[in-house]
């Protein structure tokens, strides 16, 4: 399974747009990306996935380059309760490796 | 729509006793996997039941832990007995039967496991 490399913390500001970017450079053929968000206390929640170019949901957006080695999740005018930590996965079928993540914090 | 459920929220237990986390998925879905977290760690893959039969259980530390889901909907994980290096979250997470791409997996809230 392929391994992922993220910033371990980023900050922000309300109303920022906030990218943060993954490498993945062993990615397989059939291996998705899925970005994962965990507030304290609580599981991860699924944010977005894709597999190649650009995918777009009501919470984020992902950007994929053609060779799929790194993409960037793209979280428009944070907020506050945008805090949390961001895990950027790699999987392929079904088991799912969780890295260390980022843990952004949004500020005032 | 009920999200994932785990009970209890929070456990402490003594070195060498006996604890059994419960996992509701939600209704529907034949996947459900466990995961744990110990102190400082990342999160890491347990086992996957497809319905009541174990898929890949590679992720399971020794034979103190057993995971069981009998009729295919709630599963348990039984930790047995029960060592200090055991504290940790212990989430359930389920997905519905795949379908072209993995699945999105629907996290519990997880169970605090202290064990003193």
């Known amino acids: 399974l392929a391994k992922t490399t993220q910033p371990i913390s980023m900050d922000s500001y309300e109303g920022q747009e906030v990218n943060i970017t993954c490498s993945h450079n062993?990615?397989?053929?059939?291996?998705?990306i899925t970005w994962y968000q965990q507030f304290p206390s609580q599981g991860p929640r699924f944010i977005i996935q894709g597999y190649k170019t650009k995918v777009t949901n009501e919470v984020a957006s992902l950007f994929i380059p053609a060779d799929r080695k790194s993409s960037t999740l793209s979280l428009p005018r944070v907020s506050l309760s945008d805090t949390a930590v961001y895990y950027c996965l790699v999987i392929g079928g079904f088991k799912t490796i969780f890295g260390a993540g980022t843990r952004l914090f949004v500020k005032a | 729509e009920a999200g994932v459920t785990q009970f209890p929220s929070h456990s402490v237990i003594e070195k060498g006793q006996t604890v059994t986390l419960r996992c509701d998925p939600i209704s529907g879905h034949d996947n459900l996997y466990w995961y744990r977290r110990v102190m400082g760690k990342e999160i890491k893959f347990l086992l996957h039941f497809v319905k009541e039969s174990k898929q890949d259980e590679s992720g399971m530390p020794n034979n103190r832990f057993l995971a069981e889901r009998t009729g295919g909907t709630y599963s348990t994980l039984k930790v047995q007995p029960a060592e200090l290096e055991d504290s940790g979250v212990y989430f359930c997470?389920?997905?519905?039967?795949?379908?072209?791409?993995?699945?999105?997996?629907?996290f519990g809230p997880g169970t605090r496991l202290t064990v003193l």
């Open positions: 062993n990615i397989a053929t059939n291996d998705y």
């Open positions: 997470a389920s997905s519905p039967p795949l379908a072209g791409g993995p699945n999105e997996q629907f």
